[in-house]
């Protein structure tokens, strides 16, 4: 005879305990987070070709090749 066995009460999605945080794992994404708003500034302000090809805006020199 089999018995049915119940799964385990999963609790509802929310914040956790700071003691629960992983502090590498929050570094890394912050990271990530700021990769992703410098590939954003670039793609925001120029030309969509620009992304790709940072001389189709115009020069590439100086500080502008630097940055």
Not at 7 to 31: M, Y
Not at 41 to 57: E, H
């Amino acid at each position: 005879m089999q018995t049915s066995e119940r799964p385990a009460q999963v609790s509802g999605a929310g914040p956790v305990q700071v003691s629960e945080r992983i502090l590498s794992l929050d570094v890394l994404r912050g990271f990530a987070i700021l990769g992703i708003l410098i590939m954003n500034i670039q793609s925001f302000s120029m030309i969509g070709g620009a992304y790709l090809n940072p001389t189709a805006y115009g020069d590439l020199t100086g500080v502008n090749r630097l940055v």
